[in-house]
């Protein structure tokens, strides 16, 4: 199993990082590769769930292979297996654990980043969700993209390469990696291939996952993520009266906050346990008083940071269901149209039918752009229930 199988139906993508894993190793080596081929800095873009990420582990892996009689990144040497598994001593990883990622989190990773590595090959720094770099912390971050050390590799994953997303002077300083949504076939394959999924079960969740992979992998492993889903698609034809508003926002905002819930509450727990140990619980004799006020401190910025990424959990959880909303009155009016487009739900295209039979085409872009208004109102920070709310109540009355 090599790295690359991480990276689903991005083959050119996966050409492309294998061809300058070959010149970094030729780097490590002392010889000189065709220039140009291998960079310090790279920013891999894309839609929701084709892989940017993936795709930055699976190259931190290449980098880190410690097969040299094959192209980098074979999957079985220590290099590839504690890299993807988020061990080595020399690949770091920074996802935000609230809504942003700080200048003080940056500045102390640029200064790790500077030294040599240790054990690995290369000094690694994969940075997920760079659109949630703060101004000060995308300053910071710009300082050592300019003058990066001679073995250290940035990666950068992004949405896009908007200005929006990622400023114009890192953008300009990173080489771009793009990757596009991968089609069902390569997923279901992946699925199928990889984490042993039923051939028809990995061919339903590739079917409906919008080209997310990871979506992919949660609806064909998960129940719970499968009755959520349903639940949600059930909201459009269940909005028959006033009241129903109300209980369908509640449901909406109860399924995202079960997911946060469920997604983080072992981590809290585990991520608790270990700062308790940390700051001596449990233990006696001297010190031991003054070790418990510290460890009330440390518990308070601890518990801080949680409710922060259950925030952010519960906002995701919340847009991919809005996402699920939207597809299916974008499946409505292509019934209502006769377009030959492809349904994002072809596992509900009797409800599709039912309700482009009950609607106008005017009435389904009215309730489609109402689910589009409310992912823009929760991304600048209004209440999730209020803008859930509003939204109901355009999706009840059409």
């Not at 953008?171 to 291939?193: D, H, Q, Y």
Request: hydrophobic share 40%.
């Amino acid at each position: 199993m090599s790295v690359w199988d991480e990276v689903v139906g991005q083959p050119d993508a996966v050409a492309t990082l294998a061809a300058s894993a070959e010149a970094a190793a030729t780097i490590v080596a002392g010889g000189t590769p065709a220039p140009g081929v291998m960079t310090h800095a790279w920013l891999f873009t894309g839609p929701p769930g084709s892989g940017p990420t993936s795709a930055a582990r699976a190259f931190a892996g290449a980098l880190q292979c410690l097969v040299t009689d094959d192209r980098p990144g074979c999957g079985e040497c220590s290099g590839c297996r504690t890299t993807l598994h988020g061990t080595h001593a020399d690949v770091r990883v920074v996802a935000p654990e609230g809504l942003s990622i700080s200048v003080a989190e940056m500045r102390s990773l640029v200064q790790i980043s500077a030294r040599r590595p240790t054990s690995g090959r290369w000094q690694v720094v994969i940075i997920e969700d760079a659109d949630r770099l703060t101004e000060g912390a995308a300053n910071a971050l710009l300082k050592a993209v300019e003058e990066p050390p001679e073995r250290t590799v940035f990666l950068l994953c992004a949405p896009s390469d908007h200005p929006d997303d990622v400023s114009v002077t890192i953008r300009s300083r990173c080489r771009l990696v793009s990757l596009g949504s991968p089609r069902p076939a390569a997923i279901a394959s992946a699925l199928e291939a990889v984490d042993g999924i039923s051939l028809e079960m990995a061919q339903w969740a590739a079917s409906i996952c919008g080209g997310n992979v990871a979506r992919a992998r949660r609806l064909a492993a998960d129940e719970q993520s499968r009755s959520r889903r349903e639940a949600v698609l059930r909201i459009p034809l269940a909005l028959r009266k006033p009241a129903d508003v109300f209980t369908c926002a509640d449901e909406l905002i109860k399924a995202a906050e079960d997911d946060a819930s469920t997604a983080n509450e072992s981590r809290n727990e585990t991520e608790r346990e270990a700062l308790e140990t940390a700051m001596g619980a449990g233990g006696t004799g001297k010190g031991t008083a003054a070790a418990s006020r510290g460890a009330k401190g440390a518990l308070k910025d601890l518990e801080k940071r949680q409710k922060s990424r259950a925030t952010r959990t519960q906002r995701d959880s919340l847009d991919m269901a809005l996402v699920d909303l939207a597809g299916f009155y974008r499946d409505a009016l292509v019934v209502k149209t006769g377009s030959e487009a492809a349904l994002m739900h072809p596992d509900r295209s009797g409800d599709s039918r039912t309700a482009a039979a009950q609607w106008s085409s005017e009435s389904i872009l009215r309730r489609l752009e109402a689910v589009l208004a409310c992912r823009e109102a929760i991304e600048v920070n209004v209440k999730p229930r209020i803008a859930i709310e509003a939204m109901v109540t355009t999706l009840h009355r059409g």
